[in-house]
Structures are given as structure tokens and as C-alpha cells.
């Protein structure tokens, strides 16, 4: 079996290395008819002139083609700006489609051998090392050593990839150009799904579903006889594959709206943006049921379901981002900060997005309705500053890119509005809680240092009081890893759900509400 894991690692590292040196494959010839068929028709003529000085030039890499696009754009935009001739500058960003279309290369020539020789590999080779992984070990979970790890307890291996994941996030989010051979990687298979070419969304959800994917293979083998955690990790895998990636694609090729039907306001904080009702309310019958599906998962989904089950009905089953959390980020669950300075912190900064989220989404909603008579322009830099700022830096480069320095569920812990929403009901209106038999607990520590919203849960369990915090996600893994079966998931009547007096072996406990 070592050797079997050993091939995978090889494997692995083989189809990252491959991925990651793509971008320096083939140049770069741009024309006149490629500005044309890749700029919006009122930029036409003026892209065709600002780029000219490029027409007939081969560049050997992205890096020499994006440094004369930018010179020549910059240019350009930059004299219109001094002048404060503010309508004239062109705020669109053509670099990624002229870049994609200019490529040539082997990629774009054989994209299913590099699509297998990089992603292919790759998955393959994380199969391989996670199928032998507790093979001949007993059922339980099982942590040992993860703190004299290099990977898991922010060692050397944990820098460098946290150092690749950010900045892979950076190059996704803002600098897409870098990636065009990677993009042309799986564009028949975006063909196959929707008809259209990829982009770098399409790309970033191919590697994101199938990193969930055989990370939850690593899932099933780790939690081997623990039935919850199995059927956890099956349901974040299959709403992913289907509901985020797959059934979003098959409605664009049925000419419908690209929908993810699991994604709820305010994590989805576009939802009720000017063009996307636009676009539900001109798709007919299936964009009208789209709009009151995500109306009525806000209004009455999210309070029901949380009162019955918690918020771990979507954070722990459902919730795409979660799902990387408990697959990909599982490794790193123990790194959370379990300090009461970092739950203040936590307190401050989640409901502080859930409010800029509800601001933001207010004035839009006002906007729409009077005809953007109302700070129209205000919102639209608003829709930008919340863009940047949450969507892209907080969700993206640091909810992910930061895993092995701050734990896996920085994100849902500190910025996602959803979760804050979820976490207000679940504290006051829900049937879910935490029970505890303090008068068992050892005071081992697993259930806190698994913890990987940052609850320091030995705490309650030393003095048997039931566990009701807004942070919870419900996934169980404090139960799973205690030796001494003190804590139990429950959703049981709401007069029982905090209790007061606590039974316990020794003095009277300190309680507190949290």
C-alpha cells in the first residue's frame, strides 16, 4: 500500500507540475480581425487603432504579449484620464479574450492530452494515495501526528501551498490572461456542457468539483464506520457535481439562465442585481421560477430549515464552499483559532458583511424600482467595493488560499453573509444544539483542537453544558473524535434546548451564554 501511495504522490505532483508550467507553452500573434471579433462593438474601431502597433508581432510568452497590450492600452486610457475625459476611457478588460484567441500552442492543439497529462493525473493520482489510506486500521477516527506534520501544522510544505493557492486565486481572479492555455485545456469540455467555451469560472469549477471529490474519497476512508460523517461528505459531493457545476451548464445549453438552485442571498449577493433580474424576468417560465425559488429560499427556507436541523443543514451538507472545507481543508481543521480575542474578532467582522450585504442589496433593490433615479452610481461602486473586497479577496483568495495558515473555514467563520444570516436563527429560534455529559469528558482536548470554527467546545463539555453558538456548522467531527461519547448532536423540542443545570462530577460550573 505505501508504494501504491507513493505512486499517487508521484503522480500528483507530476500532473500540478504540468499544470503549472502551461502558461509558458506557445506565443502570441494578435490581428486586426481577432480585435474585432473579441471587443464590443462600440470599442471596435478605437481597440483596432490603440492595438495596431501589435498587429503581425509574434510574442514567445504571455508575460512579453499582456506587458505590449497593457503598454499600448494603458497608454491610451491614461492620456483620457488626465484630460479627465472620464466617458471616453474604456473600462472593459480585453486582455483574456485577445490573448486566448492569439494563442497558439499545443495545448489549444491537443486539449484532452494535457487536459489528462495535468488534471488527469492529478486526480488520479489522489485517488491513488487516499483508496489505501486506514485501510487495515480499525474504525475511528484517527489524528495521529498532525501537529508534527510539515503539511498540516503550518510547516514548510503548508507554506508553499498555501503560497500556491493564493496565488492561484490572484491569477483567477484578476489576472486571467496568465491562464489562457489552461482555459483552452477544458474547453471541449465546456462544449459538451453548455456549447460555449470555457472561461476561467468554467475552469476554476472543473478543479474545484473534482478537488471535492477526491478529497471526499480521503473522507469516506478516514471516517470508515462513522455513518453521519459518510453521508455528510456524499451529500456536499453530489450537490456540488450536480447543482453548482453540472446543472448550471445544461441550462445554459438549453438557452435558460445559468442558475446554481443552491445558491441563497446573501452568499449569492448578485441575486438581486439590475441584470440578473433582468435576465430572470426575460427567460420566460423557468427564469420566473428561478427569481421566486431564490425569494422564497431566503424568506422561508432558511428560517425553516434552520429551526428544524440548524444551520448545518446547508454549511455541512449543502453549501459548495463548505464543501471544500470538508474535503480539501479537513487536513487543516485543527490550525482555527480557539481564542476568545479571535470569536470577537469572528463576532464583529461576519455580522459586519452580513449588514454591508443587506445595505448593498437594499439599495439596489430601491434603485431598480425608481429607475436608478437613486444614488444609481453610488450603488455600482458599492457593487464593486463588495465585488473586490468580499467576493473575490475575502471568499476567494483568503477564504481558500488561506487553509493551512488559518484552518478551513476561514471563510465561513469570519466573512460569509449566509452563514451569519443561518447563525442568527440557529442562536435564537432552533431546535439544534450540542448536548454534553460533563460528568464523562476527560478533558482529552480532541473535540476543541478538531474544531474548526474556532469553538473551544471542551470548555462546555467540562462543565456539561449544552453547546448553542450561531458559529456552529453541526459537522459532528467534536462528537466523532471524543473517546468518551460526551457530545451529542440533537434536534430536539426548544425548551430543552439550553440547559441550566447542568449535571457534572466535581464543583459547581461556571455557565455562560454564548
Not at 494 to 508: Q, S
Request: charged share 15%; proline share 4%.
Amino acid at each position: 500500500m505505501k508504494v501504491i501511495q507513493s505512486l499517487g504522490i508521484l503522480l500528483f505532483l507530476i500532473g500540478l507540475t504540468i499544470f503549472t508550467v502551461m502558461p509558458f507553452l506557445g506565443n502570441y500573434t494578435l490581428s486586426q480581425e481577432l480585435v474585432l471579433a473579441n471587443t464590443k462593438e462600440i470599442h471596435q474601431e478605437k481597440m483596432a487603432e490603440i492595438l495596431k502597433p501589435m498587429y503581425g508581432e509574434t510574442y514567445a510568452t504571455n508575460f512579453s504579449f499582456i506587458s505590449a497590450f497593457n503598454e499600448n492600452f494603458s497608454a491610451y486610457n491614461d492620456a483620457l484620464k488626465d484630460e479627465s475625459k472620464w466617458d471616453e476611457v474604456i473600462w472593459d478588460d480585453y486582455s483574456f479574450p485577445l490573448a486566448q484567441s492569439s494563442l497558439s500552442s499545443p495545448v489549444r492543439d491537443n486539449p484532452w492530452l494535457f487536459f489528462g497529462l495535468s488534471i488527469g493525473l492529478a486526480v488520479l493520482g489522489g485517488l491513488m494515495y487516499n483508496l489505501p489510506k486506514h485501510q487495515d486500521e480499525p474504525a475511528g477516527v484517527k489524528n495521529n501526528g498532525i501537529f508534527h506534520s510539515s503539511m498540516k501544522n503550518r510547516g514548510w510544505m503548508g507554506m508553499i501551498t498555501g503560497a500556491y493557492l493564493i496565488l492561484f486565486y490572484i491569477i483567477l481572479y484578476w489576472f486571467p490572461a496568465y491562464i489562457v492555455n489552461q482555459v483552452w485545456m477544458v474547453t471541449p469540455l465546456s462544449m459538451i456542457l453548455s456549447g460555449n467555451p470555457a472561461s476561467q469560472w468554467f475552469l476554476y469549477g472543473t478543479i474545484y468539483t473534482l478537488a471535492i471529490i477526491v478529497m471526499g474519497v480521503r473522507m469516506f476512508r478516514k471516517y470508515k464506520g462513522n455513518k453521519y460523517q459518510q453521508l455528510r461528505t456524499a451529500s456536499v459531493m453530489f450537490f456540488q457535481t450536480a447543482f453548482a457545476f453540472l446543472i448550471p451548464e445544461i441550462l445554459v445549453l438549453l438557452n435558460q439562465p445559468y442558475f446554481d438552485f443552491k445558491n441563497i442571498w446573501p452568499l449569492d449577493y448578485d441575486f438581486f442585481y439590475d441584470y440578473q433580474i433582468a435576465t430572470f424576468l426575460s427567460s420566460g417560465g423557468v427564469g420566473m421560477f428561478m427569481l421566486i425559488w431564490g425569494i422564497l429560499l431566503i424568506v422561508i427556507g432558511v428560517p425553516t430549515f434552520t429551526y428544524f436541523f440548524g444551520k448545518r443543514w446547508y454549511c455541512s451538507w449543502v453549501c459548495g464552499c463548505g464543501g471544500l472545507a470538508e474535503t480539501v481543508g479537513d487536513p487543516y481543521r485543527q490550525l482555527s483559532d480557539k481564542s476568545l480575542k479571535a470569536w470577537k474578532y469572528e463576532r464583529v467582522i461576519v455580522h459586519s458583511v452580513l449588514v454591508l450585504a443587506v445595505v448593498m442589496t437594499a439599495l439596489t433593490i430601491a434603485n431598480y424600482f425608481s429607475g436608478f433615479a437613486l444614488l444609481g452610481n453610488a450603488t455600482n461602486q458599492l457593487h464593486s467595493f463588495y465585488g473586490f473586497a468580499i467576493g473575490s479577496v475575502f471568499a476567494g483568495v483568503v477564504g481558500t488560499g488561506f487553509y493551512p495558515f488559518m484552518g478551513n473555514r476561514v471563510w465561513c467563520r469570519f466573512g460569509c453573509p449566509l452563514a451569519a444570516y443561518l447563525g442568527l436563527v440557529q442562536r435564537f429560534k432552533s431546535r439544534f444544539r450540542i448536548t454534553t455529559n460533563g460528568g464523562q469528558c476527560i478533558s482529552c482536548g480532541n473535540c476543541s483542537t478538531h474544531c474548526e470554527m474556532g469553538i473551544d467546545v471542551r470548555w462546555y463539555a467540562q462543565r456539561g453544558q449544552e453547546i448553542v453558538r450561531a458559529s456552529c456548522v453541526g459537522c459532528g467531527v467534536c462528537s466523532s473524535v471524543c473517546p468518551r461519547g460526551v457530545l451529542k448532536l440533537e434536534n430536539g423540542l426548544t425548551e430543552n434546548r439550553i440547559n441550566e443545570m447542568p449535571i457534572i462530577i466535581g464543583n459547581d460550573s461556571i455557565k455562560i451564554n454564548a
